[in-house]
Nanobody, 118 residues
Framework: QVQLVQSGGGLVQAGGSLRLSCAAS????????MGWYRQGPGNQRKLVAF???????NYTDSVKGRFTISRDNAKNTVYLQMNSLKPEDTDVYYC????????????WGQGTQVTVSS
């Protein structure tokens, strides 16, 4: 069974920084993608950034140049360094782990609140 445990997040003023972490455990296929999503009330979950086990990254346009995703494959842990935070970054952030193709196996963290005050 795969489990993702998130840490980090909280309240910060605009312009500040936060770091999110997500540690995965269990029977994990070594070729995988780990990512961060965000979700606000009544909204769909949206991709923020992802990183493959080979180190390929992708970011949504609104966070490019401000957020950095990284991972430690030995620890099955993904990080999201969030700098120059804006009030519109406020949301619940979820980490995701996925692998495979038909079927795709997808697992989620418990979510963590990020609140940026103006």
């Amino acid at each position: 069974q795969v489990q993702l445990v998130q840490s980090g997040g909280g309240l910060v003023q605009a312009g500040g920084s936060l770091r999110l972490s997500c540690a995965a455990s269990g029977n994990i296929f070594r070729l995988n993608s780990m990512g961060w999503y965000r979700q606000g009330p009544g909204n769909q979950r949206k991709l923020v950034a992802f990183i493959t086990s080979g180190g390929i990254t992708n970011y949504t346009d609104s966070v490019k140049g401000r957020f950095t995703i990284s991972r430690d494959n030995a620890k099955n842990t993904v990080y999201l360094q969030m700098n120059s935070l804006k009030p519109e970054d406020t949301d619940v952030y979820y980490c995701q782990l996925s692998w495979g193709f038909r079927p795709v196996y997808t697992y989620w963290g418990q979510g963590t609140q990020v609140t940026v005050s103006s």
